[in-house]
Structure formats: structure tokens, C-alpha cells
């Protein structure tokens, strides 16, 4: 915001380029730059931050429960949750989808084929060209996780290779999740962070999209899946 006399158009004080006020060239840059030299000059003298100390508890779940307390929670925020074994996975996953009444299926580049032997879907390939109006059509997603929280309910995806790319995981109206247990589920988020990679597009779902309007009506499907199923594979 300028505070020199009002006057007519022209460029402001820090437009000597004559680049709008706010541009990336213009007073907004400049303002910007002033301000972080002053921070800069301010702490340029000061002594190094203390190292952070980790001595407090960063879980309240033992081991054993884990994967039951996952599955409470998930269940909690409304995810439909399945329990079962490897041998069970690929017969399980097609009757999902047939029950879902799934035509198509958009499978992750790295999905292992094995997932979806069973399945009658047609198999629709995440391609970067894919536009958010085609995956809209598509009536399911299968993916894997990074890791699974149990204090929190929460699944996280990293977009690796059998995830795919956020998009796929947002835009589709139905996503079945497959956790393998107990080796992907943690107690807490502090024991999650150390497995994650912050510089990876990390996707952070407790249940199905959700949201409420200040009379607490709540919309399932705004920001994500109207269904979450949630398949614990535990051998």
C-alpha cells in the first residue's frame, strides 16, 4: 500500500521499472525484500537457536493394540474398514468393486498386478495427461499407503509408485486404501514423521471427504472420496 499523496495513474515509488504495484518486479517485490533485510540485520547477531529436546512420550498405544485401534478410529471417521490376509486380498478387492458396481478402476503405476487379478473393472492408467474432468468418471482408485496412524484414524499416501499421484487419490468418488499390518501402521504421528519424506507430496486422510457449514450439516465428497474402504492385510 502506497502512502504518497494520491495522484493519477502512473508508477508507484517502487515501480521505477514501471511494472504494476504488486507484481513480481514491482513495489510488492521491493516492500518484501526490505522487510526480510530487516529481519535479516535483526538476528544477524543473535546466538544459535537451542537443539530441541525429544525426552516426552510420543505414544499412548502399545504395540499389541495398534492395528485394532486403527481400525476403531477408521471406522470412527466413517471409512469402511476390511480385515484380511494376503492369500484373501485379490478375491476381496474384486468384490469390492463388484459390489461398488465399479466399471472402471484407476490403477497406480506401481499397483502390484496381483491386486487386481480377480477383478472384472477396466484398468484406467494414471497418466500425466489425464485431466481432472476424466478421472472424475472414473468410478474407483486402489492404492497403497506410505504408512497408517492408529491413535489418529489417519492413512498417509507419499505418491510412491504403488499411490500414484495425489490427484488420483482426490478426484475419484470411491478409493480403496490397502494398509499392510502390522509392518505400515504406527501408534502415533510422532513415530509416522521419521518415515515420511517431507519433500514428497505427502496426502494426510482420515475418512471420506467431509465437511460442515456453521449449522453443522455435514457433505461427504467437497475436497476428496465420498467412500473410503480401508483393507488391513494382516499376515
Known sequence: MSTSPAAGPGPGPDSASGAAPGSASGSGSGSRERILAKVRAAVADAPDAPE?????????????????????????????????????????????????????????????????????????????????????????????????????????????????????????DHHICVVRAPEQVVASVPRALPRLDPTRPLTWISGPSATSDIELDRVEGVHGPRTLEVVLVED
Open 52 to 172: 530441541v529436546t525429544r525426552g516426552y512420550l510420543d505414544t499412548h498405544t502399545p504395540d499389541a493394540g495398534m492395528v485394532d485401534l486403527l481400525a476403531e478410529n477408521l471406522a470412527d471417521y466413517r471409512a469402511v474398514v476390511h480385515r484380511t490376509d494376503s492369500a484373501g486380498l485379490t478375491e476381496l478387492l474384486m468384490r469390492l468393486l463388484a459390489e461398488h458396481g465399479s466399471r472402471t478402476v484407476l490403477v497406480p503405476p506401481g499397483l502390484p498386478p496381483s491386486w487386481l487379478a480377480a477383478a472384472d473393472p477396466t484398468r484406467i492408467h494414471d497418466r500425466e495427461a489425464s485431466t481432472a474432468a476424466e478421472l472424475d468418471e472414473v468410478d474407483s482408485v486402489v492404492t497403497g499407503c506410505a504408512v497408517a496412524i492408529a491413535e489418529t484414524g489417519t492413512i498417509v499416501l507419499d505418491g510412491s509408485p504403488d499411490q500414484g499421484r495425489r490427484r488420483i487419490s482426490l478426484i475419484p
